[in-house]
């Protein structure tokens, strides 16, 4: 699944954007090298990022107080807009991990 299709579009649903998910990852990457973020930051950056997400939507879901009778529309868009981004996320560890390698010379290669 990785690298096929776009990853926008998975992620997000978004039909308008057509950047292939290599492509999305190499921004990533170049997100990473622009930061100048040293390889042993790098090393679990996805996990950590996975970590936050779901620590931040169960941390989200509780606060709003979620129940099976909510109605809080807007709210309940959030929560789903962030879990989809997790999920894509998940589903793509692989490649942005491969993508976050460290900064070689003055490079963003």
Do not use: K
Not at 5 to 29: I, K, N, V, Y
Not at 82 to 108: F, I, K, V, W, Y
Request: hydrophobic fraction near 40%; proline fraction near 3%; charged fraction near 25%.
């Amino acid at each position: 699944m990785a690298g096929s299709g776009t990853l926008a579009a998975r992620c997000r649903g978004d039909p308008s954007s057509t950047a292939p998910a290599a492509t999305r990852a190499e921004w990533f990457r170049c997100f990473l090298d622009g930061y100048g973020l040293a390889r042993a930051a790098r090393a679990d950056l996805v996990e950590r990022i996975l970590r936050f997400a779901i620590t931040d939507n169960g941390w989200y879901a509780r606060t709003q107080g979620f129940t099976r009778e909510a109605r809080n529309g807007e709210g309940l868009w959030t929560l789903a807009r962030q879990s989809r981004a997790a999920l894509c996320t998940l589903e793509h560890r692989d490649l942005l991990t491969r993508a976050s390698p460290a900064m070689t010379g003055n490079s963003h290669r």
